[in-house]
Nanobody, 126 residues
C-alpha cells in the first residue's frame, strides 16, 4: 500500500522556521516526484514546491521563493520542506503527494493521484 506520512508541523512565530518531513512507504520512492501542497482555512489547496526523481525542484508559488526549499533523501525515502522566514499567510495544513507526472506539469493538486499524506498543521502566529 502506497503511503505518505507528514510530520514536523506546529506553531511558530512570524520569522521563525520549521522543517516538514514526508516519509514514504509501499512504492519505489526513487522513481517518483514528490510535491508539497498547502490549504489555508476557507481556501483551495495549492501547490507549493515539487522535487523530481532526479532532484530537480519546481516552485509553484512566488511568495515562497527564497524562503522555502525542498530536498529528498532516497535512502530514507523522505522528502523535506525547509521553511524559513515564516509569515502568517503561510498558515495552513501542509500535504505531500507522490506521482510520476513531471513537476513542471503538475502544479494542480488534481494532477497528483498516486498517494497523498494526511497533512500536518502549520500555524504562524505571534
Amino acid at each position: 500500500q502506497k503511503q505518505l506520512v507528514e510530520s514536523g508541523g506546529g506553531l511558530v512565530q512570524p520569522g521563525g522556521s520549521l522543517r516538514l518531513s514526508c516519509a514514504a512507504s509501499g512504492f519505489t520512492f526513487d522513481y517518483y516526484n514528490i510535491g508539497w501542497f498547502r490549504q489555508a482555512p476557507g481556501k483551495e489547496r495549492e501547490g507549493v514546491l515539487c522535487i523530481g526523481s532526479s532532484n530537480d525542484s519546481t516552485v509553484y508559488i512566488d511568495s515562497v521563493k527564497g524562503r522555502f526549499t525542498i530536498s529528498r533523501d532516497n535512502a530514507k525515502k523522505t522528502v523535506y520542506l525547509q521553511m524559513n522566514s515564516l509569515k502568517p499567510e503561510d498558515t495552513g495544513v501542509y500535504y505531500c503527494a507522490a506521482d510520476l507526472a513531471r513537476c513542471v506539469r503538475a502544479r494542480a493538486p488534481s494532477s497528483w493521484g498516486v498517494a497523498w499524506g494526511q497533512g500536518t498543521q502549520v500555524t504562524v502566529s505571534s
